[in-house]
């Protein structure tokens, strides 16, 4: 059973460029979640998917990020004219509804790490 | 609106010694609670969660954390800490509400220092 993967780890860029993350969940998980989590914080909701489907942004989510899951299978997180701010782990998760109705269990992937000088 | 406090950004701990992380939440409705570890560089990894039922959850690692409706408290616990038991621990939080969503709210966390 494979883990949550996200590519690439590690980015650098220069203010005002466009980047894009991917995130490939675990393989039978129909929901997918992006979280961001600045230093000495935890992570933070950004918005989360139930297989294509969009169901929830934050207000934290600008103009500027745009996430989308086509097939219901990997995500992609995309930020366009990037500012020093947004230099911070980005984090994907993913879980299934279970069949008991119960509440699920997010799993994390490793992050991609974003440095906008 | 959610919250998670973890009141300590440290906690030191002798090896072989008991040990607890303190978190306290705050939810409109009944929560759902979680606790997460994250080594350096790495993602969270997954450790317990609190649905209902037993109000004392066991968990990966020898880890379990007790839930108290009354204190809006899910403390994590440990009775013989390891060294290897050293990172950032984070509680989070998830309303049960129909308007809650399936966000997780977390805390700011707490890194736990295991000294020999």
């Known amino acids: 059973d494979t883990g949550v993967s996200q590519d690439p780890r590690h980015k650098i860029t220069k203010r005002g460029q466009n980047v894009t993350f991917r995130c490939d969940p675990i393989?039978?998980?129909?929901?997918l979640y992006w979280y961001r989590q600045t230093l000495g914080q935890g992570p933070e909701f950004l918005t989360y998917?139930?297989?294509?489907?969009?169901?929830?942004k934050s207000r934290l989510l600008s103009d500027r990020f745009s996430a989308e899951r086509p097939k219901g299978s990997f995500s992609t997180l995309e930020i366009q004219r990037t500012e020093q701010g947004d230099s911070a782990m980005y984090l994907c998760?993913?879980?299934?509804?279970?069949?008991?109705?119960?509440?699920?269990?997010?799993?994390f992937g490793p992050g991609t790490r974003l440095t906008v000088l | 609106a959610q919250s998670v406090a973890q009141p300590e950004d440290q906690v030191n701990v002798a090896e072989g010694n008991p040990l607890t992380v303190k978190c306290t939440y705050s939810v409109s409705g009944n929560p759902y609670l979680f606790w997460y570890v994250q080594y350096p560089n790495r993602g969270l990894q997954f450790l317990l969660k609190?649905?209902?039922?037993?109000?004392l959850v066991k968990g990966s690692y020898g880890f379990e954390a007790e839930f108290n409706k009354s204190q809006t408290s899910f403390h994590l616990k440990k009775p013989s800490a390891l060294v290897s038991d050293s990172a950032l621990y984070f509680c989070?939080?998830?309303?049960?509400?129909?308007?809650?969503?399936?966000?997780?709210?977390f805390g700011t966390g707490t890194q736990l220092k295991v000294e020999l």
């Open positions: 998917f139930q297989n294509e489907a969009q169901l929830e």
């Open positions: 609190y649905i209902t039922g037993d109000n």
């Open positions: 989070a939080v998830r309303d049960r509400s129909a308007g809650g969503g399936n966000k997780l709210t």
């Open positions: 393989s039978e998980h129909n929901r």
């Open positions: 998760a993913s879980s299934s509804t279970g069949a008991s109705g119960l509440t699920d269990t997010q799993y």
